[in-house]
């Protein structure tokens, strides 16, 4: 508990504060970039918005990260709004955290390029497996009962694209986890690539 604590203090200095805000910001516009795949339906875009979730975990620990999706996704609710109550969004924050946080603890106990490169592959499988749950458990049913349509005709958009989706399992295992292992897979590549140059500005001029 006292840990806890002393790590919190640690974490809401001004200049954290600062660094989480810009990159939530940054993550919240980046929401807005988006490129369909061709494998799955077309409410499945790929984009970057995790990006800076990613390295500001890396930067500033898992909690950290957390906050910055938190902020990307009450930016998200500001400037769209919701049709799903919000659980669509609470579904995206689960997802950047299973990336961040997993990778970021990893990293945090060895600061290295291979324990870094270790935690995001840990992130990428976590990320995948928790998309299908709340795919499964959640996010569909939550979009089916959202836009009045039953769940055979959201099975039916994957089965447009791909004849062996031909249930929910199927739509999960073919489309959906898919998308979040390159959705993981690439954000991984930006962040592997760009964190060394982005961490020395986070600690020397901000």
Not at 67 to 79: H, Q
Not at 86 to 106: D, K, M
Not at 151 to 156: F, K, Q, R, T, V
Request: proline letters at 5%; aromatic letters at 8%.
């Amino acid at each position: 508990m006292e840990l806890a604590v002393k790590q919190e203090k640690k974490l809401l200095t001004t200049k954290n504060m600062v660094v989480m805000a810009m990159f939530g910001a940054l993550s919240g516009l980046l929401m807005y970039i988006q490129v369909p795949v061709p494998f799955a339906p077309s409410f499945y875009k790929l984009d970057f918005c995790d990006v800076p979730v990613l390295v500001g975990s890396f930067a500033l620990g898992p909690m950290a990260g957390a906050v910055i999706a938190a902020i990307k996704i009450l930016i998200s609710l500001v400037l769209r709004g919701t049709q799903t109550a919000g659980i669509g969004e609470l579904s995206n924050w689960i997802q950047a955290c299973s990336l961040a946080i997993p990778a970021s603890l990893i990293y945090k106990h060895h600061k290295s390029r291979g324990s870094a490169i270790l935690g995001m592959a840990a992130g990428v499988v976590a990320m995948v497996l928790v998309g299908c749950f709340t795919n499964t458990y959640i996010l569909l049913p939550t979009y089916a009962k959202a836009f009045q349509m039953p769940m055979e005709a959201l099975i039916g958009m994957g089965t447009a694209l791909n004849p062996r989706i031909n249930s929910l399992a199927a739509f999960v295992l073919l489309a959906v986890a898919p998308f979040n292992l390159l959705k993981g897979s690439l954000v991984s590549l930006v962040t592997a690539l760009i964190y060394k140059r982005v961490s020395v500005v986070i600690k020397n001029r901000l």
